[in-house]
């Protein structure tokens, strides 16, 4: 699959008719995914992290693309990865990493390790250079951490989002922008916005009606498995 058909999922949606796209963290669950029928893949940085044994954040760089490979040739449609801020790889290499994997899309945040908001004019300018690398390889779905790690400003995410996009993103992603500033967002973000929802479909159905264009579920789906996963075993040892 190439990038131009994932793009494509992204844009001319009906109101109320987001792409939602589940995050498989191994081989296995990226089969179950698509065998139900999603048209596309997005995989959750701290899913694949748990299910590699290492905290969110911590997975080594070669073990994080080694994954993404892995999930890419379990399935035929398109896969986009979580690679968090980049690894501190310099944007050709790390545009060169992602398209060895066979990902044609990547999911990259504005905050170093979950604490401190990165300049955004800095981290645009790093945007554009990765999308010059790219080309029209990757969907860029750039993560906007204002309500995650910063003031929680609405007026700063989308002065943030408006930089990524003019530096080239795809998409954007205002993480954890609580539902009611969410309608403000989409006025005065131009293109498509990612949101993330819980496993349950009155999650979703509320996100779509607020207007999302774009909807994933960071490691939402790895630990709902495991949870579930956890009663059965507790059962068993009962």
């Given at each position: 699959m190439t990038a131009s058909t994932f793009r494509a999922l992204h844009?001319?949606?009906?109101?109320?008719?987001?792409?939602?796209?589940?995050?498989?963290?191994?081989?296995?669950?990226?089969?179950v995914f698509a065998d139900a029928g999603f048209p596309a893949l997005a995989t959750p940085s701290a899913g694949v992290a748990a299910s590699l044994g290492y905290e969110d954040g911590a997975t080594p760089p070669d073990e994080m693309f080694a994954a993404v490979a892995r999930i890419v040739r379990a399935v035929?449609?398109?896969?986009?990865?979580?690679?968090?801020?980049?690894?501190?790889?310099?944007?050709?290499?790390?545009?060169?990493?992602?398209?060895?994997?066979?990902?044609?899309?990547?999911?990259?945040?504005?905050?170093?390790?979950?604490?401190?908001?990165?300049?955004?004019?800095?981290?645009?300018?790093?945007?554009?250079?990765?999308?010059?690398?790219?080309?029209?390889?990757?969907?860029?779905?750039?993560?906007?951490d204002t309500?995650?790690?910063?003031?929680g400003d609405p007026a700063d995410a989308v002065a943030r989002a408006r930089l990524?996009?003019?530096?080239?993103?795809?998409?954007?992603?205002?993480?954890l922008a609580p539902p009611e500033v969410f309608p403000a967002l989409r006025e005065r973000i131009a293109g498509p916005i990612n949101m993330a929802a819980d496993p349950?479909?009155?999650?979703?159905?509320?996100?779509?009606?607020?207007?999302a264009t774009r909807i994933?579920?960071?490691?939402?789906?790895q630990r709902y498995a495991m949870g579930a996963i956890g009663d059965r075993a507790a059962e068993l040892c009962g």
């Open positions: 844009h001319d949606r009906a109101p109320g008719d987001p792409l939602v796209l589940p995050g498989p963290w191994d081989a296995g669950s990226a089969r035929s449609v398109p896969v986009s990865a979580d690679v968090e801020g980049g690894y501190g790889l310099a944007p050709a290499e790390l545009v060169e990493r992602l398209l060895e994997t066979g990902a044609v899309g990547c999911n990259l945040e504005d905050s170093d390790g979950h604490a401190t908001l990165k300049d955004p004019q800095r981290h645009a300018d790093w945007l554009a250079e990765v999308r010059a690398a790219a080309g029209d390889a990757l969907v860029i779905n750039a993560r906007v309500f995650l790690v910063g003031t990524y996009v003019a530096a080239g993103a795809d998409c954007v992603y205002p993480i349950s479909r009155e999650s979703v159905a509320e996100l779509a009606r607020l207007g994933t579920f960071g490691p939402g789906m």
